[in-house]
């Protein structure tokens, strides 16, 4: 029976998009009738929480009060989801009751699902809750299991037993085990090296990779796109503090393995042609984020990007433009992060051998009208370059050719991405990446020295770009100029990206 307090209050969380917002909840009793009530918006997982809060203390031989309990979680205008609530709940409850000692309870936030007997569980976004619980001075009280990330700045104690809180919160809490661990010796890393034959392309992701641009590569199947995509992340630097937090929370979130992002390598994320929007950019109830924001510091790969559909497609200019996807839903506005490194690839034609030197194609010209017409539109605005990616011949592969391998293009990358640092901080300009800048701003930005401005014109004029496309066009011998380590971008710089620009025509790429 309680005592002479009336009224606990513990600190929980609850996550809303990819972050965790405070929610005091409130536990008050009275003597009516015996029961549980829970108000403050809560969703159907939390008034679930009557039935296993129930359970777990009579299993853990604590004493369910006779009298009647009333739950608010607070703030009462926000929905509350999720199975987190349960440990709050039963917290505050034994708390109200005199069950546990209450020194040390309001140092803490709780969250935790618990168990029919009495075992207390972990939930999904335990960094966000951890990241709300630093900047708040609280220290973290979770379950067991699930994947624990070590977050800097905050204590964090797992409890496995409800029945433990007799001991009193600090003694009940045991130390988190790490779940960061070493790269499965058995699986062999990926490498450039692994791909023969597409020196070209290999040299195109590596520019793209040094200037942030977005590629599409177009070959016949088997040719070796999808190979050369998943390597993309070799060729990166590693993930840096900050950037490493932001993708930890996204995947704690939604319950994603997090162990390659403790090593700090880049997430890849290839959605399938068949995801939803709400799958792709993020949405749904509750409101999740989607992969574009599971590949935020990495690489989303769209792979037979003429195969998704129009509107999906379109969803990703403000991502690709803004760095973040803002969803507005009934519920309120959510935004995520979402910077990514966009790489693409498709088939030259529906069945895909156009230009195959040993198939012949059997597409109407009708047909391979249709199918580049889908390729274009606003989005192809983003991609800067298109590469054709052709089968290998036979013989390198069985002879076993080698041909540029990861680390020697990253230390092409590295190169170009510490150069461009360098230019930016002493011009103390952009490069025009922000799509507000005007054209002659963005052109001049870009350090073209005189030839340059020559060879840039007489390109623009022969292959009939428009505004859009020279802007392009200079970005993408500004990143060849950068790996060169050149301040000013020569002829030479602009033929490479002209022919890094090779498909593309003057609807799709101007």
């Given at each position: 029976?309680?005592?002479?307090?009336?009224?606990?209050?513990?600190?929980?969380?609850?996550?809303?998009?990819?972050?965790?917002?405070?929610?005091?909840?409130?536990?008050s009793a009275s003597g009516?009738?015996?029961?549980?009530?829970?108000?403050?918006?809560?969703?159907?997982?939390?008034?679930?929480?009557?039935?296993?809060?129930?359970?777990?203390?009579?299993?853990?031989?604590f004493e369910i009060p006779r009298c009647a309990l009333t739950v608010s979680l607070a703030p009462g205008d926000v929905r509350k989801t999720g199975s987190g609530f349960d440990l709050p709940i039963a917290v505050a409850i034994l708390a109200l009751t005199n069950q546990i000692p209450v020194s040390g309870l309001d140092d803490y936030l709780f969250a935790g699902e618990l168990g029919l007997d009495g075992s207390v569980n972990a939930v999904s976004g335990e960094v966000a809750y951890q990241l709300l619980a630093r900047d708040n001075a609280l220290s973290f009280a979770g379950g067991q299991g699930g994947t624990h990330v070590p977050v800097q700045g905050v204590a964090c104690g797992i409890l496995s037993h409800i029945g433990h809180l007799r001991l009193g919160i600090d003694a009940a809490l045991g130390m988190p085990v790490s779940t960061e661990s070493p790269a499965d010796p058995l699986v062999p890393p990926l490498d450039y090296g692994d791909v023969v034959g597409q020196e070209i392309a290999k040299r195109g992701i590596a520019v793209a990779a040094a200037g942030g641009l977005g590629m599409l590569m177009v070959g016949a199947p088997g040719s070796g796109k999808t190979m050369l995509a998943k390597r993309m992340t070799t060729i990166l630097p590693p993930l840096d503090e900050d950037e490493r937090q932001e993708a930890l929370c996204i995947h704690s979130v939604l319950g994603e393995p997090v162990d390659s992002l403790l090593r700090g390598e880049r997430p890849f994320r290839s959605p399938h042609h068949s995801v939803s929007v709400a799958g792709l950019v993020g949405g749904g109830r509750p409101v999740h984020p989607g992969e574009i924001s599971l590949a935020h510091g990495g690489v989303l790969y769209l792979d037979e990007l003429g195969e998704f559909p129009s509107t999906s497609l379109q969803m990703l200019r403000q991502p690709i433009e803004e760095g973040s996807i803002r969803v507005v839903r009934v519920d309120g506005a959510f935004t995520f992060p979402a910077r990514f490194q966009l790489i693409a690839a498709s088939n030259p034609c529906p069945c895909g051998y156009l230009g195959d030197r040993d198939i012949a194609c059997r597409c109407s010209d009708a047909a391979i009208e249709r199918y580049r017409t889908k390729l274009g539109g606003p989005l192809a605005d983003r991609i800067d370059l298109i590469v054709d990616v052709a089968r290998p011949d036979p013989d390198l592969i069985v002879r076993g050719a080698e041909g540029k391998t990861s680390s020697e293009l990253l230390e092409d990358v590295m190169r170009g991405r510490e150069f461009r640092s360098w230019r930016v901080a002493s011009r103390g300009d952009g490069d025009g990446h922000d799509g507000l800048t005007s054209i002659d701003a963005a052109i001049a930005s870009q350090a073209l020295s005189n030839e340059g401005k020559t060879a840039l014109l007489e390109i623009a004029r022969r292959k009939h770009l428009t505004g859009r496309g020279i802007v392009r066009l200079s970005r993408v011998a500004r990143a060849i100029a950068d790996m060169a380590e050149s301040q000013t971008i020569e002829p030479a710089h602009l033929m490479e990206a002209s022919l890094l620009q090779g498909r593309r025509g003057d609807g799709e790429a101007c």
């Open positions: 029976m309680p005592g002479s307090r009336r009224v606990y209050a513990v600190h929980a969380a609850c996550i809303r998009g990819v972050e965790a917002f405070p929610v005091t909840v409130e536990v009516t009738i015996p029961g549980l009530t829970i108000v403050g918006m809560a969703d159907a997982a939390v008034q679930e929480a009557r039935v296993r809060i129930r359970c777990a203390l009579r299993a853990s031989d």
